[in-house]
Nanobody
Framework: QVQLVESGGGLVQPGGSLRLSCAAS????????MKWYRQAPGKEREFVASMGPGGSTNYADSMKGRFTIARDNAKNTVYLQMNSLKPEDTAVYYCNALRVPTGIYNYWGQGTQVTVSS
């Protein structure tokens, strides 16, 4: 049974930091590109960051320099370190796993809420 379980969300003040985790199970983690997306109220889901099996990374422009994605293949876990958080970062953050190179399997977590507010 495939599972992606996010954790680490919560309430943080502007300028603060959070680290999200996504624990994966039920598939061969090292064969998947791992991604983070987010969805703010009333908005479409948007890409945040990704890390390929070999460690290559990609970030949305608005997250560059503030967010860092990392993965631990031994623990089947992907992380998102978020620094200098802004109120506009408030959203539900989702973990995604996409089989490479075919993309035939695409899995989603249930999401974790991040709220940036004073």
């Amino acid at each position: 049974q495939v599972q992606l379980v996010e954790s680490g969300g919560g309430l943080v003040q502007p300028g603060g930091s959070l680290r999200l985790s996504c624990a994966a199970s039920g598939f061969t983690f090292s064969l998947y590109i791992m991604k983070w997306y987010r969805q703010a109220p009333g908005k479409e889901r948007e890409f945040v960051a990704s890390m390929g099996p070999g460690g290559s990374t990609n970030y949305a422009d608005s997250m560059k320099g503030r967010f860092t994605i990392a993965r631990d293949n031994a623990k089947n876990t992907v992380y998102l370190q978020m620094n200098s958080l802004k109120p506009e970062d408030t959203a539900v953050y989702y973990c995604n796993a996409l089989r490479v190179p075919t993309g035939i399997y695409n899995y989603w977590g249930q999401g974790t809420q991040v709220t940036v507010s004073s």
